[in-house]
Protein backbone atom coordinates (compact mmCIF):
# COMPACT_ATOMS: atom_id res chain seq x y z
CA UNK A 1 0.00 0.00 0.00
CA UNK A 2 1.17 3.59 -0.55
CA UNK A 3 -0.14 4.58 2.51
CA UNK A 4 -0.29 2.55 6.07
CA UNK A 5 -4.16 3.62 6.18
CA UNK A 6 -4.29 1.71 3.21
CA UNK A 7 -6.12 -1.68 3.55
CA UNK A 8 -6.69 -4.64 1.67
CA UNK A 9 -8.56 -7.83 2.70
CA UNK A 10 -10.92 -10.61 1.44
CA UNK A 11 -14.16 -10.74 4.00
CA UNK A 12 -14.14 -13.92 5.38
CA UNK A 13 -16.71 -15.32 8.42
CA UNK A 14 -19.60 -16.39 8.05
CA UNK A 15 -23.69 -15.46 8.22
CA UNK A 16 -26.74 -16.10 7.17
CA UNK A 17 -29.94 -14.49 5.70
CA UNK A 18 -34.04 -15.50 6.09
CA UNK A 19 -36.51 -13.88 4.07
CA UNK A 20 -40.56 -14.21 4.35
CA UNK A 21 -42.47 -13.34 1.53
CA UNK A 22 -46.27 -13.22 0.74
CA UNK A 23 -47.87 -12.87 -2.83
CA UNK A 24 -51.57 -11.51 -3.00
CA UNK A 25 -53.90 -11.91 -5.70
CA UNK A 26 -54.03 -8.69 -6.39
CA UNK A 27 -50.06 -9.10 -7.26
CA UNK A 28 -48.80 -7.14 -4.49
CA UNK A 29 -46.06 -8.86 -2.13
CA UNK A 30 -44.89 -7.96 1.00
CA UNK A 31 -41.24 -8.87 2.32
CA UNK A 32 -39.31 -9.16 5.16
CA UNK A 33 -35.66 -10.07 5.47
CA UNK A 34 -33.14 -10.60 8.24
CA UNK A 35 -29.20 -11.01 7.19
CA UNK A 36 -26.53 -11.03 9.55
CA UNK A 37 -22.59 -11.05 9.24
CA UNK A 38 -19.69 -12.10 11.63
CA UNK A 39 -16.66 -11.74 10.42
CA UNK A 40 -13.94 -14.12 11.09
CA UNK A 41 -11.47 -13.33 13.87
CA UNK A 42 -8.02 -12.29 11.32
CA UNK A 43 -10.62 -9.69 9.81
CA UNK A 44 -13.00 -8.34 13.00
CA UNK A 45 -10.67 -5.44 13.35
CA UNK A 46 -11.36 -4.29 10.32
CA UNK A 47 -15.16 -5.28 9.66
CA UNK A 48 -17.92 -5.21 11.38
CA UNK A 49 -20.86 -7.40 12.73
CA UNK A 50 -23.48 -6.78 11.03
CA UNK A 51 -27.45 -6.79 11.39
CA UNK A 52 -29.42 -5.90 8.45
CA UNK A 53 -33.13 -5.80 8.82
CA UNK A 54 -35.87 -5.22 5.26
CA UNK A 55 -39.22 -4.42 4.82
CA UNK A 56 -40.53 -4.04 1.31
CA UNK A 57 -43.29 -4.36 -0.97
CA UNK A 58 -43.36 -5.49 -4.68
CA UNK A 59 -45.93 -5.02 -7.56
CA UNK A 60 -45.87 -7.54 -10.09
CA UNK A 61 -47.04 -5.68 -13.01
CA UNK A 62 -46.42 -8.62 -15.87
CA UNK A 63 -45.81 -11.64 -14.49
CA UNK A 64 -42.06 -11.83 -13.16
CA UNK A 65 -40.94 -10.12 -16.48
CA UNK A 66 -41.98 -6.24 -15.17
CA UNK A 67 -41.92 -5.51 -11.15
CA UNK A 68 -41.91 -2.37 -9.21
CA UNK A 69 -39.90 -2.69 -5.66
CA UNK A 70 -39.57 -0.79 -2.38
CA UNK A 71 -38.21 -1.64 0.17
CA UNK A 72 -36.49 -0.10 3.84
CA UNK A 73 -33.42 -1.36 5.43
CA UNK A 74 -31.76 -0.56 8.77
CA UNK A 75 -28.58 -1.86 9.26
CA UNK A 76 -27.01 -2.46 12.93
CA UNK A 77 -22.88 -2.52 12.36
CA UNK A 78 -21.11 -3.08 15.79
CA UNK A 79 -17.09 -2.73 15.65
CA UNK A 80 -14.51 -4.75 17.61
CA UNK A 81 -14.58 -2.22 20.27
CA UNK A 82 -18.15 -2.23 20.67
CA UNK A 83 -19.01 0.85 19.07
CA UNK A 84 -22.15 0.87 16.94
CA UNK A 85 -23.32 2.55 14.09
CA UNK A 86 -27.24 2.32 12.96
CA UNK A 87 -27.92 3.13 9.01
CA UNK A 88 -30.98 3.45 7.43
CA UNK A 89 -31.82 3.50 3.68
CA UNK A 90 -34.95 3.35 1.22
CA UNK A 91 -34.80 1.81 -2.35
CA UNK A 92 -37.02 1.92 -5.34
CA UNK A 93 -36.09 -0.33 -7.96
CA UNK A 94 -37.89 -1.17 -11.85
CA UNK A 95 -36.80 -4.93 -12.93
CA UNK A 96 -37.14 -5.54 -16.46
CA UNK A 97 -37.08 -9.37 -17.80
CA UNK A 98 -37.73 -11.76 -20.34
Do not use: C, M
Amino acid sequence: PEEASDVEYVFTGHGFDAQLSYLFLNNYEIIGRFSHQNPHSDIELLAPKTNQYTLGITKYIWEHALKLQAEVTNTHFQYFDHSKINDWYIRFQVEIGI
